[in-house]
């Protein structure tokens, strides 16, 4: 079958590089955006295929500039086509920390750098445009996907309207927590997935941080530690939560009254990203046909589970929650 975007594509790319090359298809996310990798003799880079219409290139480039001057390492820009849908990026390779850690490499370098780029976020002058705001009614529309989408889909449970309405009045508590919380800048995905290890070594690639917010400042630590594809103990999660905690600058370090209130903030983070993240994994499974996201659920999954075990949620929350 034809694939019309990627003729496109490489006619563009025979104007914009002066090498001959081959283009071979690297695996996609959980948008309509697609990836690959564009060979020549001596280099590589990943061209980025957001059709438009159904992906906007112009949040990318807007966040990927900001970031570059924090400085976070994000990828450099080759050449664009905002028109045409297609971005030509350095490439970071394929070693994620995901795959790094498969090969039994030491996760503590991969932590400090991560925290230490975390800190450089959180510490940036605001951008000169105006980020979303991750608020309440923005939380509350993605535990919506837990009920819309992982019960009935999954699980074969429709909540009735009553338990629906019980579910989001006895949640509301938390998240207005949530949003209490000091804000700053959040990558919004920073998981082992998108941290990249590349060739040369630290500090790490960061990538797919086209959604950036404004919100909780536990939030981006929260997608790290407690990460739905990656299960680690909770002693090294409160070791690398104290040290992050401990690096805070003053004016948001004296919002906490002590580690302990702080780690519990950070659970809470979790707790509402867990929530999210099951409803999204079933939706795009059952209504974009991405199958696959159904084999992160039973982690995900056991997440939610401990994070209620040590948070004192209502039973309205827990009954729903408890359904699988």
């Known amino acids: 079958m034809a694939d019309a975007?990627?003729?496109?594509?490489?006619?563009?790319?025979?104007?914009?590089?002066?090498?001959?090359?081959?283009?071979?298809a690297l695996a996609g996310d959980a948008s309509f955006r697609r990836y690959f990798r564009v060979h020549s003799e001596h280099e590589t880079w990943v061209l980025m295929d957001a059709p438009p219409g159904k992906e906007d290139c112009s949040p990318f480039l807007r966040i990927r500039a900001w970031f570059q001057n924090v400085p976070l390492r994000v990828p450099d820009l080759i050449a664009e086509n905002q028109q045409q849908g297609f971005?030509?990026?350095?490439?970071?390779?394929?070693?994620t920390w995901a795959t790094y850690l498969q090969k039994a490499g030491d996760v503590k370098p991969l932590f400090q750098d991560a925290l230490r780029q975390l800190h450089a976020l959180q510490a940036a002058p605001?951008?000169?445009?105006?980020?979303?705001?991750?608020?309440v009614a923005r939380?509350?529309?993605?535990?919506?996907?837990?009920?819309?989408?992982?019960?009935?889909?999954?699980?074969?449970?429709?909540?009735?309207?009553?338990?629906r309405v019980s579910f989001h009045a006895a949640l509301l508590p938390y998240l207005q927590r949530l949003q209490l919380l000091p804000q700053a800048?959040?990558?919004l995905d920073y998981h082992c997935r998108n941290l990249m290890v590349p060739k040369k070594g630290l500090p790490l690639g960061v990538i797919?941080?086209?959604?950036?917010?404004?919100?909780?400042?536990?939030?981006?630590?929260?997608?790290?530690?407690?990460?739905?594809?990656?299960?680690?103990?909770?002693?090294?999660?409160?070791?690398?939560?104290?040290?992050?905690?401990?690096a805070l600058?003053?004016?948001?370090?004296?919002?906490?009254?002590?580690f302990n209130h702080w780690h519990e903030a950070l659970r809470l983070t979790a707790f509402q990203r867990h929530i999210k993240a099951i409803g999204i994994f079933s939706r795009l499974a059952y209504r974009d046909g991405k199958q696959s996201f159904l084999d992160e659920i039973p982690l995900t999954k056991k997440h939610l589970q401990d994070d209620?075990?040590?948070?004192?949620?209502?039973?309205?929350?827990?009954?729903?929650?408890?359904?699988?």
């Open 249 to 258: 600058p003053t004016s948001l370090n004296t919002y906490f009254t002590d």
């Open 5 to 24: 975007r990627l003729t496109q594509a490489i006619q563009w790319l025979d104007e914009v590089l002066d090498v001959s090359f081959e283009i071979r």
């Open 185 to 187: 800048a959040v990558h």
């Open 208 to 246: 797919d941080f086209q959604d950036a917010v404004s919100g909780p400042i536990t939030y981006d630590l929260a997608s790290l530690l407690y990460d739905c594809y990656q299960d680690y103990p909770e002693s090294l999660r409160r070791e690398w939560s104290a040290y992050f905690f401990s």
């Open 126 to 135: 605001e951008p000169n445009f105006e980020l979303p705001n991750f608020d």
């Open 87 to 95: 971005l030509l990026l350095e490439d970071f390779g394929d070693n």
């Open 139 to 163: 939380m509350q529309r993605e535990c919506e996907l837990y009920l819309d989408w992982y019960l009935p889909k999954v699980v074969g449970y429709v909540p009735s309207p009553p338990e």
């Open 308 to 324: 209620m075990a040590v948070l004192n949620l209502p039973d309205a929350v827990v009954k729903i929650l408890r359904q699988t």
